[in-house]
């Protein structure tokens, strides 16, 4: 398990995509792509956009370690979502405020936290400060990746593929 100081350090790490340039199609209910950072070999990361009737849209970011993988942030815009009952010395100030808290349908940014289960904590986008807060049409999917992918400092280059409707 990382400590939330790691975890935070590999959010901020400058990371490409393997391969190079990377087509992101919104009509594909998941995209799958592999990060890594040459002056940090040992790291390698899973960056991953889901998107169905069931969960409208999600994207996630891991680190991967041979099969095993450790969420470091994720956001979803629908589904349920309940946060821990309970607190410890990680916790960060921003989701104490949401200890036991239910999101139903409310969109919100899963964290990292060292002592708990994968990305069991979450708080809201408003909160969090997320820019993109709702997923009405495709442009918002567009802001959502391009938001994200600044969040967790993808320097690669993307091109995204309108869904045919």
Do not use: C
Request: proline share 5%; aromatic share 12%; net charge negative.
């Amino acid at each position: 398990m990382f400590s939330n100081e790691l975890a935070s350090k590999l959010i901020k790490l400058p990371k490409s995509m393997v391969g190079g340039t990377a087509i992101i199609n919104l009509s594909d209910e998941k995209t799958r792509f592999t990060l890594r950072n040459p002056d940090e070999p040992e790291y390698e990361f899973l960056f991953e956009i889901t998107s169905n009737k069931k969960i409208t849209f999600k994207i996630s970011f891991h680190t991967q370690e041979n099969n095993t993988k450790e969420g470091l942030m994720r956001v979803d815009y629908k589904g349920g979502h309940q946060n821990p009952i309970s607190i410890n010395e990680s916790v960060p100030e921003i989701a104490k405020l949401f200890v036991g808290y239910f999101f139903q349908n409310e969109p919100h940014m899963h964290l990292h936290v060292e002592g708990f289960k994968d990305l069991a904590w979450a708080v809201p986008l408003t909160v969090y400060g997320f820019p993109v807060l709702n997923i009405n049409n495709n442009d918002d999917f567009i802001d959502a990746i391009r938001a994200f992918t600044k969040e967790i400092n993808i320097i690669s280059l993307f091109n995204i593929q309108n869904a045919i409707l």
